[in-house]
């Protein structure tokens, strides 16, 4: 195998900025959203009893969010490590290591899996219950946030040659062409 394209947005990028960038966005999403849900429900009323669901949601969100990018690669019964790391002192956030590499369909549905599980059902969620909608939103919205660099890697991945196989690595992705000959 050749590498093709490493990529690391932490270096590229740096850290803050993708972290302004992904606030940003959330904030933006939070702003498009809000407007045509808050029509759709008539109501600017907020049930307070959903401020502590949404705290703790909060607080498992990266948790949640970095399992979802496993899941997939669980359903499709492929071989997977899973190892995590605790950036706040007890929650863990999942990383994986696969044995293979994976194909390029296959990895474009692990980086999108969080966006299908979580952020599309969330919407809908907020114009399901009508009491909850401002809190379903928010968490919502910065679910988008999060899901920033998964759409940068997306990109890349959609931008790599047909047979072009991904290894995922602790800072970013390879991207990976069978040597000819």
């Known amino acids: 195998m050749n590498c ?9 990028f740096g850290h803050n900025r993708i972290k302004l960038v992904s606030f940003l966005i959330g904030l933006l999403a939070f702003i498009f959203l809000y407007v045509p849900i ?15 669901p949404l705290m703790i949601a909060l607080l498992l969100l990266p948790s949640f969010h970095s399992f979802m990018h496993i899941l997939p690669l669980i359903i499709m ?14 929650l863990p956030v999942f990383n994986y290591y696969t044995k293979n590499h994976l194909t390029k369909k296959v990895s474009l ?10 952020t599309i059902p969330g919407i809908a969620a907020s114009y399901i219950y009508a009491d ?5 939103l928010l968490f919502t919205s910065i679910h988008i946030g999060i899901s920033f660099i998964d759409f940068l890697y997306a990109i890349h991945i959609i931008k790599a040659p047909k047979k072009a196989f ?16």
Not at 4 to 12: G, L
Not at 77 to 90: A, L, P
Not at 110 to 118: E, G, M, S
Request: no cysteine; aromatic share 16%; glycine share 4%.
């Open 4 to 12: 093709w394209k490493s990529i690391n947005f932490n270096k590229e």
């Open 38 to 52: 808050s029509i759709a429900q008539q109501s600017n009323n907020v049930n307070e009893a959903g401020f502590l």
């Open 77 to 90: 019964n492929k071989r997977v490590k899973v190892f995590y790391q605790t950036k706040i002192k007890f």
């Open 109 to 118: 549905i692990v980086a999108l899996a969080p966006t299908f599980l979580i």
């Open 132 to 136: 909850f909608y401002f809190y379903l």
């Open 166 to 181: 991904i290894e995922n690595r602790n800072n970013g992705i390879d991207i990976l062409l069978k040597a000819r000959g």
